[in-house]
């Protein structure tokens, strides 16, 4: 028997996921380039997800993490990391250690993903209300509690509750995912990481929302990994990608 929707969708829906479509197309092909595959940023929005969800239990964060909140934080992840589309291959594919130079250069896809999200507003002649949390993703994603982040060096709650959460769920997937040029760590692991990190590099408070929700992590973890076909995709364009700089 199939099963279909008691409303319609109305062509405002159709648009909205459509551009959602299209946000996550521009955004796999900029995780194409470094070192991660499309079940990324399913992980990664579905931890997201999974925090604010133990958030909203904490008085001091219910207010701002209300449902629509969350689905518009949920729905802007996969435009974080967008500005290592600026970055050139020559230091984004960089096998070895890179140069304080080319550090320097790899921290501006913070700024290089938000300035590009505010020239297309102003081209267009509008300020969108929905993409000030993709703004907020794109510029602190980076920075840490401590205040020894990048680019800005914001501290504690200077930084926007949206890229607080983003970060740790991001760190936690980076810690466990196996890359093309190293293996990840088990869940315990990375679980004792974030932990040794608290306050130094996380929210406390998110710390602790996170080692409430790690059961649920680490099934999104298992639910959406990636496949060994993900990884032979990754592994083919890493090595055209590496060839292609090598020449020049």
């Known amino acids: ?117 505010v020239r297309a507003e102003k081209t267009l002649g509008r300020v969108s209300p929905l993409l000030t949390v993709a703004k907020e993703l794109t510029l602190c994603h980076q920075e840490k509690w401590d205040g020894t982040g990048y680019p800005k060096g914001l501290w504690g709650e200077q930084i926007p509750l949206s890229a607080r959460i983003v970060a740790l769920a991001d760190v936690f997937d980076a810690l466990i995912s196996n890359k093309v040029y190293k293996d990840g760590v088990s869940v315990d692991r990375a679980v004792e990481i974030i932990t040794e990190a608290r306050g130094a590099h996380f929210d406390p408070a998110l710390v602790d929302a996170f080692v409430a929700v790690q059961d649920t992590f680490r099934g999104i973890a298992v639910r959406h990994a990636d496949t060994d076909a993900d990884m032979q995709q990754k592994i083919e364009y890493m090595a055209n990608a590496i060839a292609e700089v090598a020449v020049l």
């Open 1 to 117: 028997m199939t099963h279909t929707s008691s409303a319609p969708h109305t062509d405002a829906d159709e648009a909205l996921h459509a551009a959602q479509v299209v946000v996550f197309a521009l955004a796999t092909l900029a995780e194409l380039r470094d070192s991660d595959t499309e079940s990324h940023l399913l992980r990664v929005q579905n931890y997201v997800r999974a925090l604010c969800g133990e958030l909203q239990k904490n008085p001091a964060y219910a207010a701002t993490l209300t449902p629509a909140y969350v689905e518009t934080l949920v729905g802007s992840v996969p435009m974080y990391d967008m500005g290592t589309i600026g970055i050139p291959d020559r230091i984004l594919l960089k096998p070895g250690r890179l140069t304080p130079d080319e550090i320097a250069i790899m921290r501006t896809h913070t700024t290089l993903g938000h300035d590009a999200l």
